[in-house]
């Protein structure tokens, strides 16, 4: 086992170090959501849906629904909901919302708004980065791993 000795200057150094790069797991702002391929998917227009327009999709469309969508989560969401969909608790697990009116009001309005809380930004405004097909899919991929 390797010991270090660390002056008082340099344990100032390293709580000073630790602090500045702890900081991007306390406010997730600094993410930048990524550009996500929607052209083989069903056109949904400007107008958004009250309610998720993909999930009666069938065969062939929904698998490349739930594709788009699940390499969309993974780019854009995965950093803080957890890989697979599975949240390590920073923020909600979001394979956990009802697949219906209520789940998707909830949606629609967390994916317009973001999150900021005490000025800090926890989540972007994600629709002013990703087209409603983009946004539709990750909340189909999200339901095709919910666990119910």
Partial sequence: ???FKLNKIGRHYLIALMSIS????IAHGAVTPQAIDTSTLPTLGEEWTDTNPYRDEQGDTLKEIIRVGGSAYNQNCARCHGLGGISG?????LRQLPADYDGDEWYIYRVQNG???NGAVYMPKMSEHLNQEALWSIRTWLESVSEE
Avoid: H, L, Q, Y
């Fill in 22 to 25: 702890s900081f991007g797991v």
């Fill in 1 to 3: 086992m390797v010991k």
């Fill in 115 to 117: 999150a900021v809380r």
């Fill in 89 to 93: 608790g920073i923020a909600p697990d």
